[in-house]
């Protein structure tokens, strides 16, 4: 606000997941989680949604993972999370609406980041194409432009949604 004098759009970007069988985690690792996650999301949108309320303006897009929408073993707490973020955000569209804020979430599939470029050897990568139709996994810049329109005026009245950006992972 002091730079800019507004606050157009929050990007819940956020991501951690603890990859173990739920019978195997702790309180901790579920803490973990969650905090990042879920508890991120709703802090950071707390911080602004008064302001995007007094100017009847906004737009609040959440990156959450098909993880949320199907499910996925070892990743339990961290799929809580996320479909905790869908809820959230789905009910905070019903309620701020009103003032002209979108709320939405893009729901990925495996992205293709540096993070995760280490763990893909090409057996790995291989292995895990398997599962997607269009048989590769997705690039940064993919997600990025369903953001970009997500927080244009162009998607005046998209609120409340889930929009898979997953290379058809999850056909739900």
């Given amino acids: 606000l002091d730079t800019f004098g507004q606050i157009d759009v929050l990007f819940n970007n956020a991501g951690y997941g603890i990859y173990k069988p739920f019978a195997d985690s702790t309180p901790e690792d579920w803490a973990l989680d969650i905090n990042v996650n879920l508890y991120g ?37 961290y799929s809580a999370a996320k479909a905790g973020m869908a809820g959230f955000a789905r009910t905070l569209a019903k309620e701020v609406g009103r003032y002209g ?21 090409p057996e790995f990568e291989q292995k895990m194409v398997k599962s997607y139709p269009l048989k590769r996994l997705g690039l940064p810049e993919e997600p990025a432009r369903m953001a970009v329109f997500l927080a244009s005026d162009q998607c005046g009245w998209v609120t409340g949604q889930v929009i898979p950006v997953n290379g058809g992972y999850a056909t739900i």
């Fill in 41 to 77: 999301t709703l802090n950071c949108t707390r911080a602004v949604i008064n302001h995007m309320i007094e100017r009847h303006y906004g737009k609040i897009i959440n990156i959450i993972s098909d993880a949320a929408r199907v499910g996925e073993p070892s990743l339990s707490t």
């Fill in 101 to 121: 804020i979108n709320v939405n979430c893009v729901s990925l599939g495996t992205i293709k980041t540096p993070l995760i470029e280490p763990l893909l050897t």
